[in-house]
C-alpha cells in the first residue's frame, strides 16, 4: 500500500488542523492505520491509532482530547482532526500502516509509511 499525508501547515497555537493520509494500491480495510509525530533529533512518537474497522481508537497521553483519529474506508483515507494545537505539536507527522496482527502504540506495529507532513504551531 502506498500512503501519502497531507493537510500540514502553519497555525497558531490554539487552533485547528486536520490531516488527511490517502492510501492506495490494496485494500484499505485491511489496514489499522496510525499517526505519529517527529521532531529533529527525537524518536518518533505515537500520536493516535485506529483498527480496520473505524470501531477502535487510541492516543497518545500528550494528544488525548484535543486530537481525533478517524477513517472512511470508502475513500481510503484516515484523517487525524488536531484541535487546541500548542507550539509543542509542532513536528513532522507521518501516517503508518499494517495489514497483520500487531499492537498500535510503536513504530514497529506497521509497516508502511507516507512521508510525512509538516504541522507548526506557532505562539
Known amino acids: 500500500v502506498q500512503l501519502q499525508a497531507s493537510g500540514g501547515g502553519l497555525v497558531l497555537a490554539g487552533g485547528s488542523l486536520t490531516l488527511s493520509c490517502a492510501a492506495s494500491?490494496?485494500?484499505?480495510?485491511?489496514?489499522?492505520m496510525g499517526w505519529f509525530r517527529q521532531t529533529p533529533g527525537k524518536e518518533r512518537e505515537f500520536v493516535a491509532a485506529?483498527?480496520?474497522?473505524?470501531?477502535?481508537?487510541y492516543y497518545g497521553d500528550s494528544i488525548k482530547g484535543r486530537f481525533t483519529i478517524s477513517r472512511d474506508n470508502a475513500k481510503n483515507t484516515v484523517y487525524l482532526q488536531m484541535n487546541n494545537l500548542k507550539p509543542e505539536d509542532t513536528a513532522v507527522y507521518f501516517c503508518?500502516?499494517?495489514?497483520?496482527?500487531?499492537?498500535?502504540?510503536?513504530?514497529?506495529?506497521?509497516?508502511?509509511w507516507g512521508q510525512g507532513t509538516q504541522v507548526t504551531v506557532s505562539s
Open positions: 494500491g490494496r485494500t484499505f480495510s485491511n489496514y489499522a
Open positions: 503508518a500502516a499494517r495489514d497483520r496482527s500487531a499492537g498500535f502504540y510503536t513504530t514497529t506495529n506497521y509497516d508502511y
Open positions: 485506529i483498527n480496520w474497522s473505524g470501531g477502535s481508537t
